[in-house]
């Protein structure tokens, strides 16, 4: 029996909008939204520090950076758009082993709000 990846599975769940994940993808695009007025082309996210604005409006248990993290890897990689630098999104790592997210918000925001 093959095993199945974590972003295959987390796709599942936000595709299937299961809670927490789902919300998490939509609270995401509420904020991208709020971006695109300021006419910012890019978004930057960070897990680490989205889960602290996150719990303010949706506490749950498994809200931590890693599950906040593959939830939006496979949100990213299992819609539309395009992975690399200079297209839609793109990753970067940081010192302390974690994963920042950089993301076209014109082409994003549609894909998210379309889930």
Request: without cysteine.
């Amino acid at each position: 029996m093959e095993k199945a990846s974590p972003t295959k599975v987390y796709w599942e769940f936000v595709r299937n909008r299961e809670t927490p994940y789902y919300r998490w993808i939509q609270i995401i695009g509420e904020n991208m939204e709020g971006f695109q007025k300021t006419g910012q082309k890019y978004i930057v996210i960070n897990p680490r520090s989205l889960v602290k604005e996150i719990e303010k409006k949706e506490p749950h248990k498994k809200l931590t950076h890693r599950n906040l993290s593959l939830a939006l890897r496979a949100t990213l990689s299992n819609s539309k758009l395009k992975e690399g630098w200079g297209k839609d999104f793109f990753t970067s790592g940081i010192t302390n082993g974690g994963v920042i997210y950089h993301v076209k918000v014109s082409s994003a925001i549609p894909v998210l709000k379309s889930i």
